[in-house]
Structures are given as structure tokens and as C-alpha cells.
């Protein structure tokens, strides 16, 4: 060998992650330690956004989250989450354990293992059949009565069919993500020319009414492809309504709270309450979350500090009948606790809107018929007609049949009318047609569990890998 010839050592490319594949999630089930609650268990070596996707796949799934406690420490995740089905019943079917367990796992494998897949944060979430073809939209603008059923007519205009869409509205604000196909041919969308039309059309829709809207919020629309697989849908709606600011008008919404003692809510229950205290003896921000307890709740609050670019070292999650109180230790990525008044009104607003922007005071109905052209426009230019509103909406279509869930509301700000629901329901048989009323439930007194995480985090961490469970 020529002395000029340099060998240079290899290095395997996996050898980056071998560690997180040593050390990946370990998921326990267990059924006997609580009497009337599933209890998961999840260790890991931990890295940002791991327990998102945990709380993400139990989400998914489902299930309710009565009670967890979440630590991070030197590196090490270790989260315990007490859950119920639909039902309010322990989760004892082996295949949905196994199903959970492995969604847990392969997630995380898969981003380890630098597959694309695994950055749509929906890896483990089989893309349904019939968006396969589709092209994906995703849509921000100012909310107004009737507005999703403009943008149903415009994409009935432009022959789209829609396959799948769901939508949110917040505040002045309005998101929305669909997947559309080509009407005659059932397939993805690539003529450029026919794209920018659409895009056109629903930026004209999207777009404020006034200039004092505008100077508030603007109006996007955005193409994804035919071969891309939106984000977890339910996290892209709450990145959408931040990227629009849902969360800086707040009429009537629920108050923040900055005062180092704590949070206080107001003596009805009703309302929201956000607190943000220094935890200066571990160098944490605490923050204090109170409200009406109900499904999704740890993801939409986990889902936004960790869009916000925020750590969480530690957690506390408990319910008590109505009423929800979360509590997390975090810092910013860089280190850093939030000291600015500033930046803790921000993420106290941002907060506040994740968990209203899902409540929808009204009243749900279902409606479930063979899929056909034409069908949505149809329906939500019927509820127009008769006075009522989208406030939010989940279409999708499975096996020849689509399931419209809509979230709606009397326009002039009234109680729905139940006679106006009944004519309605006549003029749009034979469609399967189902109302329930989704009022949010007020309470007028609770009693807060004297229990806080930080105690917890000044006596002693290791309570965590000896003793998960105290009931």
C-alpha cells in the first residue's frame, strides 16, 4: 500500500441511533394496579416530541386520560397515563393492547431510523384508501357565518370532489384541511394551471370581508400533492389556527393568570385558568392549567407547548368530576425559563386557545349516506338555508359511505331552534340524520385536590421508576 494512501475509519450511519434503538419505548399495560382505570406505562430514552407521539397515539385511539404523571430526567422519559375507553371501561381486549403497544414502538423505530414517513407524525396512522388518490388542501381565513359552506361550493364549482375534510374555527379565525380528487376521473389533481384557479377561488373566499379584517388576518391556501401525507391532521389544525393567530382575540374567552402565588379561577368553575409561576429551585417555568375536563385534553395542551418549542421535564395531570388540573414543569428548547411578562401572556393565550378552539357549544349532528358528487355542498348549503352555521367539521369516507359530522350554530347567536332541526331533517331524507346536543356542561363548584407536582419534585424523582402508582 502506498504510504500516500490515507485509510479512514467507517463509520456505520446507524451508529447515531443506536442508542435511542437499545434504549427505545418499553410500553407496559397493566390492569390489575387500578381498579377502574387501564394504566400504561411508557419508558424511553427521551427525545423532543416523544411524548407528543405518545399522547397523540392514545389520543388516536380514543381513550380517555383521567390521570398521568410525566418525568423527564437525565435523559430519561418515563410517563404514566390512566386511561378509559369510550365507555368509561378498562381497555382489556388483546388486540387493542397489542395495537397500542405497537403503534407506540414503530412510531418511534421509524423516526429513529430516518425514515420520511416518520416526519408526517402520522407514520403508524394507515392513510385511508380513498385519499390515496387525492390532492391535500390546507386552508387558513377569517371566520364568518357560512364560510365552510362557501368553500364547499367553490370546490363543487372547480369539480372537486371531497373525500375527506376537516375543519376548525376559532375566534376571527377559520382552518381547514381536505383532500380532494378530480370529479370525472377519482383521481389526484396535477394540471398547475387548474390548481392556481382553485387556489384562486378559495383565497377570494378565505379572505376578510373588511380591511380592518384584513390588517388582522390573512388568508392561505396551500397545496400539498398527490404523493404527500399531511401531518397528524388534528396537530396540523392547531399549527394552522396559531400560524393565524386565533389567539390573539379573545372575547369573552377564558382569563390568564400570572401571579407567583398561583393560579385562581373564578368561584363558578366556568372559565379557563391559565397560571405560569417560576419554579427557581430546579429551574422550570410552571405552568397551571385549569378547566372542564373532557377527551383530548393532555394532547391539545402537550400539542402546543411542543409546537411553541417547549421541553417538558415534568407533569401532573388529574381530574376530579368536571374539572381538569394539568400542571408542567418546562423550559424552551434553548435552556431557557419564560421570564418576560411578555412571553408568559403569549404562551398563556396560546394555551387557552389549543383547549377552546375544540370545545364547540352547540349542537352536533351526524348525517351518513353513499358517497357521491356533491354531497357536502349540498348539505352544508341546506343548513345554510336554514339559519345555521359550521363551527366545525369532520367529513370522511369509508367504504362507499361518508359520515358528516358537523358542529353548528344559530347565525344570529341564539340557541338552536329544535323545530328548524326537525324540518330540516325532513327535507334532507333519506339521509341517515342524527342531533345531539353538545352544550358544554358548566359546573358551580369544585374542590381542587391539595396535590402538586412540584412537592413531588423537591422530595424525591425517584418515586417515578420505584412506584408508578398511587391510587
Not at 267 to 276: A, H, L, M, P, Q
Not at 321 to 331: D, K, N, S
Request: charged share 25%; with cysteine.
Amino acid at each position: 500500500m502506498s504510504m500516500k494512501e490515507v485509510c479512514c475509519p467507517y463509520f456505520d450511519p446507524e451508529f447515531e441511533n443506536l442508542n435511542e434503538r437499545i434504549y427505545g419505548p418499553r410500553v407496559y399495560v397493566d390492569n390489575d394496579s387500578c381498579e377502574k382505570c387501564t394504566v400504561v406505562k411508557v419508558d424511553s430514552l427521551n427525545k423532543q416530541g416523544l411524548l407528543l407521539e405518545v399522547v397523540q397515539v392514545l389520543t388516536d385511539m380514543d381513550l380517555f386520560i383521567s390521570k398521568s404523571y410525566i418525568s423527564f430526567d437525565a435523559g430519561w422519559l418515563m410517563d404514566v397515563f390512566h386511561v378509559k375507553d369510550q365507555q368509561g371501561n378498562k381497555v382489556t381486549d388483546n388486540g387493542v393492547i397489542n395495537y397500542l403497544q405497537q403503534s407506540i414502538v414503530t412510531r418511534r423505530e421509524l423516526k429513529s431510523s430516518g425514515d420520511p414517513k416518520a416526519c408526517t407524525e402520522d407514520a403508524v396512522e394507515v392513510e385511508p384508501e380513498s385519499t390515496s388518490e387525492c390532492t391535500a388542501i390546507e386552508m387558513i381565513g377569517t371566520n364568518r357565518p357560512g364560510i365552510f359552506s362557501e368553500i364547499s361550493a367553490v370546490l363543487a364549482e372547480q369539480k372537486c370532489n371531497i373525500i375527506e375534510a376537516h375543519a376548525w374555527s376559532h375566534n376571527a379565525c377559520v382552518a381547514c384541511v381536505a383532500y380532494v380528487s378530480d370529479e370525472s376521473t377519482s383521481t389526484c389533481i396535477h394540471d398547475p394551471s387548474r390548481l392556481a384557479t382553485i387556489e384562486d377561488h378559495l383565497s377570494t373566499v378565505l379572505r376578510p370581508t373588511t380591511i380592518t379584517d384584513d390588517e388582522f388576518k390573512g388568508a392561505k391556501t396551500r397545496f400539498l400533492g398527490c404523493d404527500s401525507s399531511t401531518s397528524h391532521k388534528e396537530h396540523r389544525l392547531h399549527q394552522l389556527m396559531l400560524a393565524n393567530r386565533d389567539f390573539d382575540e379573545s372575547p369573552g374567552s377564558a382569563r390568564a393568570s400570572f401571579s407567583s402565588m398561583g393560579s385562581n379561577g373564578d368561584e363558578d368553575g366556568r372559565r379557563t385558568t391559565v397560571s405560569i409561576d417560576p419554579f427557581n429551585e430546579k429551574g422550570y417555568s410552571c405552568v397551571n392549567v385549569e378547566c372542564p375536563d373532557r377527551p383530548k385534553l393532555m394532547f391539545d395542551i402537550v400539542c402546543t407547548l411542543t409546537d411553541l418549542q417547549y421541553v417538558i421535564f415534568h407533569a401532573s395531570i388529574t381530574s376530579h368530576g368536571l374539572f381538569a388540573y394539568q400542571e408542567y414543569y418546562i423550559r424552551h428548547k434553548d435552556g431557557f425559563i419564560l421570564n418576560s411578562e411578555q412571553e408568559k401572556q403569549r404562551v398563556a393565550k396560546c394555551l387557552e386557545a389549543a383547549i377552546e378552539r375544540r370545545v364547540c357549544e352547540g349542537v352536533r349532528l351526524e348525517l351518513c349516506a353513499k358517497t357521491s358528487v356533491g354531497l357536502l355542498p349540498y348539505v352544508t348549503r341546506i343548513l345554510r338555508e336554514y339559519g345555521l352555521t359550521v363551527t366545525r367539521a369532520d367529513i370522511a369516507t369509508d367504504g362507499g359511505k361518508t359520515k358528516n359530522v358537523f358542529y353548528v350554530q344559530d347565525i344570529s347567536g341564539n340557541e338552536v331552534d329544535m323545530d328548524i332541526l326537525e324540518s330540516m331533517q325532513k327535507e334532507l331524507e333519506p339521509l341517515a340524520f342524527q342531533v345531539k346536543n353538545e352544550v358544554l356542561r358548566r359546573t358551580t363548584s369544585m374542590e381542587k385536590e391539595s396535590f402538586s407536582f412540584g412537592s413531588l419534585l423537591k422530595s424525591q424523582l425517584e418515586w417515578f421508576s420505584h412506584n408508578y402508582i398511587r391510587d
